[in-house]
């Protein structure tokens, strides 16, 4: 079964301090990837997804960077943080290309989740 | 974009059956509607995807009409252990860009 990894589960930086948060999956190859956060009370915004080996989107300027170094790793970055970093980060898998048939391609957005990191800048 | 609009907060009691609509007036032709749950401090888990029709799984049903342009997730017999943040998630055509979950709807379940 597939099962998916991040770490570290809390962290409490400074403002200004770099960031690197890790993600794995196993038993599966070639996911999609994608990094979320979530503030307070509030929906996933997502920050970056990835379909293969060095392929990043981003879909939020931002000071975070995101990369894939291996098929199931995804690793999240930012050389200096800021207060605003703070939030719950998640990341997560899908299978990748697309439900349905060959003519009438369908997108399916079956994504399993991590536990998630929750990040604190002070 | 795919806007979501959902309740923001429901209440149920134990036994009963919880349906929670989401209105999705911009979906793209050739999307699911996706529904997770999630409990604080935990990665959301999926629950049922559609795509016309009524889908239904051992957790819940998905109830979609012909226009697609609402969705309605049915759980059946809540339990407390059902209290829970609930997002419908809808792409937009060919691409994960602005995959967005809304503010989600808090299900609330009283004894």
């Known amino acids: 079964s597939q099962t998916i990894h991040q770490w570290p589960a809390t962290l409490v930086q400074p403002v200004g301090s770099p960031l690197s948060l890790e993600c794995t999956v196993e038993?599966?190859?070639?996911?999609?990837l994608y990094w979320y956060r979530q503030a307070a009370g509030r929906g996933l915004q997502l920050l970056f997804y990835?379909?293969?080996?060095?392929?990043i989107s981003s879909e939020v300027p931002q000071n975070l960077s995101a990369s894939r170094p291996q098929d199931r790793q995804f690793i999240l970055s930012s050389k200096k943080l800021l207060l605003s970093d703070s939030g719950f980060y998640l990341c997560?898998?899908?299978?990748?290309?697309?439900?349905?048939?060959?003519?009438?391609?369908?997108?399916?957005?079956?994504?399993?989740f991590g536990p998630g990191t929750r990040l604190t800048v002070t | 974009l795919a806007k979501t609009t959902q309740p923001i907060s429901m209440d149920s009691y134990e036994g009963q059956e919880v349906n929670i609509t989401c209105s999705h007036n911009n979906i793209a032709t050739n999307d699911y509607i996706t529904w997770y749950q999630q409990f604080p401090s935990q990665g959301p888990r999926f629950i049922i995807q559609?795509?016309?029709t009524k889908v239904t799984n051992e957790v819940a049903s998905l109830f979609i009409p012909a226009d697609r342009k609402s969705s309605t997730l049915s759980l059946p017999r809540v339990s407390l252990s059902d209290t829970a943040v609930y997002y419908c998630?809808?792409?937009?055509?060919?691409?994960?860009?602005?995959?967005?979950f809304g503010s989600g709807t808090q299900l609330t379940v009283l004894p």
């Open positions: 997560a898998w899908s299978v990748p290309g697309l439900a349905g048939g060959l003519f009438e391609p369908i997108i399916s957005y079956e994504q399993y």
């Open positions: 998630l809808v792409g937009i055509s060919g691409s994960a860009r602005q995959l967005t």
């Open positions: 038993g599966t190859s070639n996911p999609n």
């Open positions: 559609g795509y016309k």
């Open positions: 990835s379909v293969g080996i060095g392929q």
